[in-house]
């Protein structure tokens, strides 16, 4: 059993910046790959930034200038520095993590709500 523990997210004005963390407990040996993902209502659910246990990192174009990605190992938590928000950002933001590069090794956060307006 693995859980995710997601504080931030929150309300930020437009061009605003904003941290958002995960961390990872439980039956966890090793991570493949960490990760977040968002979903705004009425839109599926879009990958936001994945980052490999090797660094190698998957950004959505959308955000590509203006977040960043981290993962520290020592603590199974992954950050997602945001920066310069827009109002299309607003979602709700789940962490992901993969223990193994095979499937069925998926959990997910809870999520957190980020809205971006003024």
């Known amino acids: 059993q693995v859980q995710l523990v997601e504080p931030g997210g929150g309300l930020v004005q437009p061009g605003g910046a904003l941290r958002l963390s995960c961390a990872a407990s439980g039956s966890i040996t090793s991570i493949y790959q960490m990760g977040w993902f968002r979903q705004a209502p009425g839109k599926q659910r879009e990958l936001v930034a994945i980052m490999s246990s090797g660094a190698s990192t998957n950004v959505a174009d959308s955000v590509k200038d203006r977040f960043t990605i981290s993962l520290d190992h020592g603590k199974n938590t992954v950050y997602l520095q945001m920066n310069s928000l827009k109002p299309e950002d607003s979602a709700v933001y789940y962490c992901?993590?993969?223990?193994?590069?095979?499937?069925?090794?998926?959990?997910w956060g809870q999520g957190t709500q980020v809205t971006v307006s003024s």
């Open positions: 992901n993590v993969r223990l193994k590069a095979t499937p069925g090794y998926d959990y």
